[in-house]
T-cell receptor, first 117, second 115 residues
């Protein structure tokens, strides 16, 4: 139980285009989802927290108009990188907490590697 | 603010030997501590957590961690390392036992287990 999936697992796009990444909780309802960004050989940096049906809460320094987060249902959250540029290239990881597994544990997706050319 | 520190960038250990990956924490109240493992190009997998209770916490894949309040540490241990344990290990702390709060991660420690 408590499986989180992400799609796509990797994506390559041209500079200026937008990319959508999906995060799904497969066997539980995710009341809260988190989006992290990880640079090579570095730790995870929290970008935003989203609760189902509410606007996401962004961390300081994260542009909410560039990284659009939608948590429209209890099993799906999306991160859209708008007008992507090479500096947005990174590994994006989501996590979820909710009604399955241990209630005080976050479960992570496998990550999405974004490369912007 | 809650934070954790992982003082070692890399730990090398021979297969079959015990391993320790260090983590110290800084919190203003009760710490809620976690260990995750990340394999190359993969997301994080939960290993174990300390919320309350016994100081020795047992987790997945034979790992355990000891919560030491006096030393503000939560070191990850395994009695006998496997080559397949080679990965990136993250210690994390949360402000609250409530899972709706985000985790603050350490910088990670790369574990290399050699045959």
């Amino acid at each position: 139980g408590a499986v989180v999936s992400q799609h796509p697992s990797w994506v390559i796009c041209k500079s200026g285009t937008s990319v959508k990444i999906e995060c799904r909780s497969l066997d539980f309802q995710a009341t809260t989802m988190f989006w992290y960004r990880q640079f090579p050989k570095q730790s995870l940096m929290l970008m935003a927290t989203s609760n189902e049906g509410s606007k996401a809460t962004y961390e300081q320094g994260v542009e909410k108009d560039k990284f659009l987060i939608n948590h429209a249902s209890l099993t799906l959250s999306t991160l859209t990188v708008t007008s992507a540029h090479p500096e947005d290239s990174s590994f994006y990881i989501c996590s979820a907490t909710g009604t399955s597994g241990s209630p005080d544990t976050q479960y992570f997706g496998p990550g999405t590697r974004l490369t912007v050319l | 603010a809650q934070s954790v520190a992982q003082p070692e960038d890399q730990v090398n250990v021979a297969e079959g030997n015990p391993l320790t990956v260090k983590c110290t924490y800084s919190v203003s109240g009760n710490p809620y501590l976690f260990w995750y493992v990340q394999y190359p190009n993969r997301g994080l997998q939960f290993l174990l957590k300390y919320i309350t209770g016994d100081n020795l916490v047992k987790g997945s894949y034979g790992f355990e961690a000891e919560f030491n309040k006096s030393q503000t540490s939560f070191h990850l241990k395994k009695p006998s390392a496997l080559v397949s344990d080679s990965a990136l290990y993250f210690c994390a702390v949360r402000d609250s036992p409530n899972s709706g709060y985000a985790l603050n991660f350490g910088k990670g420690t790369s574990l290399l287990v050699t045959p």
